[in-house]
């Protein structure tokens, strides 16, 4: 994905405040050989590149003063109930840089698996992301889970993930990390109906003194 950003010459809470007035949210770059630069981008278009999934987790192509610089988006601000971005940071990133970074998970092939087809279960997500290492230029989009045979009751845990070549998954030493389950459908217990008493019966105790 491509944006344009512009330099920011103005600094500070003031600046910024009045920057927002305008349509522009203020942003920083940092990383790689170059100082950490301060910037703008329009505001409209930033809140609607943000929700596009690659815009979180994949290399990005900044455009600044012409010239087209691949980065990373690592932090972004909102405000507390308004719909309105605060800041956003990106990092500067080449084939030499290695990162450590969140990247969305895909599950496919749900509706055709046993757990689904034969037994009704419902697949319940646990993980929507997993953390990855690897070299930037080599950063999955997302990482596919595929749930074509899984089976009632099964779990399947962030160790049996599928990961692309040269991308390392980061548990931070959790190795039984759940990603998805197999939920057997609930079983209703309906109560058994209450016989009445036989009519004849009734007249008999009420006819007894």
Not at 110 to 124: F, G, M, R, T, Y
Request: charged content about 30%; glycine content about 6%.
């Amino acid at each position: 994905m491509k944006f344009v950003a512009f330099e920011r010459a103005k600094q500070g809470t003031g600046a910024s405040r009045r920057l927002r007035i305008t349509g522009r949210t203020p942003g920083i770059v940092f990383g790689g050989d170059a100082e950490p630069t301060t910037i703008e981008l329009d505001h409209n278009a930033l809140w609607h590149a943000l929700k596009k999934e690659a815009f979180h987790a994949s290399i990005l192509d900044m455009e600044l003063d012409g010239k087209v610089q691949k980065v990373l988006l690592r932090d972004v601000q909102y405000h507390p109930f308004k719909q309105l971005v605060l800041h956003i940071d990106f990092q500067r990133v080449n084939e030499k840089t290695r990162l450590h970074k969140k990247v969305p998970l895909h599950f496919i092939n749900a509706e055709q698996s046993p757990a689904v087809k034969v037994d009704n279960c419902v697949i319940s997500h646990v993980m929507t992301e997993i953390e990855v290492e690897c070299l930037a230029m080599q950063l999955p989009e997302h990482i596919e889970v595929d749930l074509a045979n899984i089976e009632k009751g099964q779990t399947i845990h962030a160790r049996e993930l599928t990961m692309p070549k040269n991308v390392k998954r980061v548990t931070h030493g959790r190795t039984n990390l759940t990603v998805v389950t197999a939920v057997p459908p609930k079983v209703e217990i309906v109560a058994a109906p209450v016989e009445a008493a036989p009519a004849d019966d009734k007249k008999g105790k009420k006819g007894k003194k």
